[in-house]
């Protein structure tokens, strides 16, 4: 199979932790051009290209007043949708 686990998945597998997963939004928002977020599991994941990726998240993240509160559910939606590279 050489089709990549979404994020998802991947914690569904066990392979990600949901732990690793909030790091990773708490990473975003605090610095959306970040480098990228490598899960304990060894999965790497360009936390700005996952945002871009997700049309939601995308959109919403780029309002004018919209604050980190808001925004977080978005981050986060499009981060479990992902599909990290393995290291």
């Not at 089709?3 to 939004?25: N, Q, W, Y």
Request: contains cysteine; positive net charge; aromatic residues 8%.
């Amino acid at each position: 199979m050489t089709e990549k686990l979404t994020i998802r998945a991947l914690c569904d597998l066990g392979l990600i932790s949901e732990t690793d997963v909030k790091a990773a939004v708490a990473a975003y928002m605090a610095d959306p051009m970040a480098p990228p977020f490598v899960f304990e599991a060894g999965y790497r994941l360009n936390l700005a290209k996952a945002i871009r990726r997700h049309p939601g998240a995308n959109d919403f993240i780029h309002r004018s007043g919209a604050g980190p509160q808001l925004k977080r559910p978005f981050v986060e939606a499009a981060i479990w949708e992902a599909r990290p590279e393995r290291e």
